[in-house]
Nanobody, 121 residues
Framework: QVQLVESGGGLVQPGGSLRLSCAAS????????MGWYRHAPGKERELVAI???????NYAASVKDRFTISRDNAKNTVYLQMNSLKPEDTDVYYC???????????????WGQGTQVTVSS
């Protein structure tokens, strides 16, 4: 069983910044990729950013040059630094962690509980 705990969401004015964190714990042998998604009601879930085990990153075009994903492998934690926030960034943000557990050879994944980010004046 793997648990993901997210933190860092909230209300911010346009142009402001927020930093999201997602810490994974439980039956983890090793963590592979870690990512952030967002999903507003009535819209499809969107990949915001992802970072691999070798720190290769990929971003949605809408957030590139404004958001930065990073990870702390010692803490099994992924971060999303969000700068120059816009009202259209308002959404529920979910982390997703891909990992190996026990003797299982399959890559598993778990989702965080979601954290609300609201950008409004």
């Amino acid at each position: 069983q793997v648990q993901l705990v997210e933190s860092g969401g909230g209300l911010v004015q346009p142009g402001g910044s927020l930093r999201l964190s997602c810490a994974a714990s439980g039956s983890i042998r090793s963590v592979n990729a870690m990512g952030w998604y967002r999903h507003a009601p009535g819209k499809e879930r969107e990949l915001v950013a992802i970072i691999t085990s070798i720190d290769s990153t990929n971003y949605a075009a809408s957030v590139k040059d404004r958001f930065t994903i990073s990870r702390d492998n010692a803490k099994n934690t992924v971060y999303l630094q969000m700068n120059s926030l816009k009202p259209e960034d308002t959404d529920v943000y979910y982390c997703r962690v891909y990992y190996l557990s026990g003797s299982d050879r399959s890559v598993l994944s778990s989702w965080g509980q979601g954290t609300q980010v609201t950008v409004s004046s």
